[in-house]
Every structure is written in C-alpha cells, then in structure tokens.
T-cell receptor, first 115, second 116 residues
Framework: DTEVTQTPKHLVMGMTNKKSLKCEQHMGHRAMYWYKQKAKKPPELMFVYSYEKLSINESVPSRFSPECPNSSLLNLHLHALQPEDSALYLC??????????????FGPGTRLTVL | AQKITQTQPGMFVQEKEAVTLDCTYDTSDPSYGLFWYKQPSSGEMIFLIYQGSYDQQNATEGRYSLNFQKARKSANLVISASQLGDSAMYFCAMRGTNTNAGKSTFGDGTTLTVKP
C-alpha cells in the first residue's frame, strides 16, 4: 500500500469554528509532513513529525495545531482561522525525515475555505 | 540555505513530442537529493523521479529522464512522447542533509500544456 489518505477532501468553515484535518499512511514511514499550498504556488512546509515527535515547526501561527497520535496518523487541528488561511493542505510521508534520498508520498489534499 | 529555480512559468508541447523542463538549484550541503513531482488540477502531488547528488548516471523512469549536470547545478526533466495526460504543473524539489535536513525546497513550478 503506497497511499496517503486525507479527509475530508473539502472543508468550509467559519472563523469561529474548530475543525480537524486527518492524514493516514500505512507504509511504515516514520516522517510525516503538513504543507499549505496556495493556487499556482509551490507547497509551503508547515510541520514535520519524525517518530511521532514534532521535529520542525516553520513558525506557523498557533491557530494551527498538529498532532501525531501514532506512527500512521497525523492530524491538523484548526481554530479561529482567517480567510487568508484558505488553501490546499497537503499531507506527506517519507521513510525518514533526515535523509536526502527518500521521496515524499503526498495525499490528495484537503481544500479548505474559511469564510 | 537551499534554493530551486524554475524559469519557465508555462510550456506548450505537441502531443508525442519530447519536452524539457528546466530546474537549477543552489545548496551548501555536500549531499542532497533532487526530485520532480507532477501536480494535476486535482491537486495531488505525484512523485516522478529522483536523482542523488552522488549518482553517476542520470535517472530514468519510463518516459521521464533527468538530465543532471552537477557542475552547472541543473536537474532538468525530460518527458518523451508527451501525452495529453501529461498536462499539469511540475515542481522540482530538493532535500538536503546537515543544515537542511528534513526540509524539502520546491521551485515555483512549470505549467505544462500538451496540445493534441
């Protein structure tokens, strides 16, 4: 199984809502990532988890809260978002985070709209 | 720091012809990996091909090949026999070691349109 799954595919939320994005992989990968991507732009790294511990936080606002409950699952909790947070949120996994030769496998993404 | 430059915002190619997408990079890491991804309008990033900085031969994967010129710091993607389904955005990316461990740096992307 070389698949990364993400739910939901689409999400519309108000600025006062609390919601969560979910990502799952069963490839035994030990590194998992969250990216934010605006239309026609490259993905921007948000967080990296390695062996279920947060390794990289790219100065992301606290209204985004990541969680890695186990080696297969990655969540992104959203609270009090702004309209400018509307974007495609991509999850990815890799065999390890520090290696330069492991490709990342991406999920299909969640298209988030904040009203 | 590491940087990826893709200078072609958009490219057109006729179906069944070959096309080259340019990518140049800069890094201070002695060891690094270069990757190409395809992103159709559906949004999913699809891994295409990988080239390691110490690999002696250019990588190939089916219709995709990577023209790696280390001295010029370039890693161009060549797609042979283009198909309509190749129309998508293509990103060149790099992963380093040392100070850049764990981070992938992406170029701005090239939108490829295949004409029938």
């Amino acid at each position: 199984d070389t698949e990364v799954t993400q739910t939901p595919k689409h999400l519309v939320m108000g600025m006062t809502n609390k919601k969560s994005l979910k990502c799952e992989q069963h490839m035994g990968h030990r590194a998992m990532y969250w990216y934010k991507q605006k239309a026609k732009k490259p993905p921007e790294l948000m967080f990296v988890y390695s062996y279920e511990k947060l390794s990289i936080n790219e100065s992301v606002p606290s209204r985004f809260s990541p969680e890695c409950p186990n080696s297969s699952l990655l969540n992104l909790h959203l609270h009090a978002l702004q309209p400018e947070d509307s974007a495609l949120y991509l999850c990815a996994s890799a065999a390890s985070w520090g290696s330069s030769y492991n490709e990342q496998f991406f999920g299909p993404g969640t298209r988030l709209t904040v009203l | 720091a590491q940087k990826i430059t893709q200078t072609q915002p958009g490219m057109f190619v006729q179906e069944k012809e070959a096309v080259t997408l340019d990518c140049t990079y800069d890094t201070s890491d002695p060891s690094y990996g270069l990757f190409w991804y395809k992103q159709p309008s559906s949004g999913e990033m699809i891994f295409l091909i990988y080239q390691g900085s110490y690999d002696q031969q250019n990588a190939t994967e089916g219709r995709y090949s990577l023209n790696f010129q280390k001295a010029r710091k370039s890693a161009n993607l060549v797609i042979s026999a283009s198909q309509l389904g190749d129309s998508a955005m293509y990103f060149c990316a790099m992963r380093g070691t040392n100070t850049n461990a764990g981070k992938s740096t992406f170029g701005d992307g090239t939108t490829l349109t295949v004409k029938p």
